[in-house]
């Protein structure tokens, strides 16, 4: 079975860091496009960063350019968010979320994934 474990949100104030990890299992990473996503109270579901392994291309939301990066450890089959110098606006629960590259079309719609691991809450304060 395909499954997905996130973990690492917390609070934070703004300025820090934090790094969220996501532990796939029933799956080979490699074989999966991967996306972190979050959504914040009262607002729709958003795409945060992505690697789709269809075209070989990772994808961030222009807000969080430059600030966050998803790197992964195919040895630990885990992909990670990190995330720096933090603002209050990225308060948000963060899911990771996983499908077979060839489901996979888009950059980052949250649409087209499957399989989601449950979400972690981040909390950042000014």
């Known amino acids: 079975d395909v499954q997905l474990q996130a973990s690492g949100g917390g609070l934070v104030q703004a300025g820090g860091s934090l790094r969220l990890s996501c532990v796939a299992s029933?799956?080979?990473?490699?074989?999966?496009?991967i996306g972190w996503f979050r959504q914040a109270p009262g607002k729709e579901r958003e795409g945060v960063s992505c690697?789709?392994?269809?075209?070989?291309?990772?994808t961030y939301a222009h807000s969080v350019k430059g600030r966050f990066t998803i790197p992964s450890d195919n040895a630990k089959n885990t992909v990670y968010l990190s995330m720096n110098d933090l603002k209050p606006e990225d308060t948000a629960v963060y899911y990771c979320?996983?499908?077979?590259?060839?489901?996979?079309?888009?950059?980052?719609?949250?649409?087209?994934?499957?399989?989601w691991g449950q979400g972690t809450q981040v909390t950042v304060s000014s």
């Open positions: 690697i789709r392994r269809g075209g070989g291309t990772t």
């Open positions: 029933g799956f080979i990473l490699d074989d999966y496009s």
């Open positions: 979320a996983a499908d077979h590259w060839k489901v996979v079309t888009g950059p980052c719609d949250s649409n087209e994934y499957s399989y």
